[in-house]
């Protein structure tokens, strides 16, 4: 896996500013891989968010970004996949805290309540963050269950 390779993908509530996070994020130094959608045409976000969340189970990436209009579509999507841990942030504290405290894998934005310069500082917390391991890691262990 490339560390500094990042999956991202929207429905069509997030397609303009899931191209302006993916030109930031080549200009930070990361290789980008677009799941879609390629248009403001409607797009079904489920279709998105589950191309992502299997990209990043096979090791593709070791971050994704989702935008829908709520975030709460993509979330809810990529969060059906065992290992991925989407979390929605519309504050860069938020994102600080999905990584350090969740180990989230997957930033889900969105799109129709911040601002691009919002969603740029909160795209910076949640790449600059670290896991904090400890008594999280014990929660984050409890997450996946099987029944």
């Known amino acids: 896996m490339n560390k500094k390779s990042i999956l991202i993908g929207s429905d069509h509530a997030g397609f303009e500013l899931k191209e302006i996070l993916k030109a930031y994020l080549k200009e930070l130094g990361y290789e980008v891989k ?43 999507a990529a969060n059906k996949h065992k290992g991925v841990r989407s979390a929605i942030a519309w504050n860069a504290e938020l994102a600080t805290l ?41 929660r984050v262990n409890k997450i996946n ?3």
Not at 35 to 52: I, K
Not at 59 to 75: D, H, T
């Open 34 to 76: 677009d799941e879609g959608t390629h248009s403001t045409d409607r797009a079904d976000y489920p279709d998105y968010a589950h191309r992502l969340a299997e990209g990043i189970i096979n090791n593709e990436a070791e971050f994704g970004v989702l935008l829908c209009g709520s975030a709460n579509g993509v979330s809810m």
């Open 98 to 138: 999905a990584r350090a405290h969740n180990d989230a894998n997957v930033l889900s934005l969105p799109a129709r309540y911040i601002t691009v310069k919002e969603a740029k500082e909160i795209l910076n917390a949640f790449l600059d963050a670290t896991f904090d391991g400890g008594r999280h890691a014990e």
């Open 145 to 147: 269950k099987t029944t």
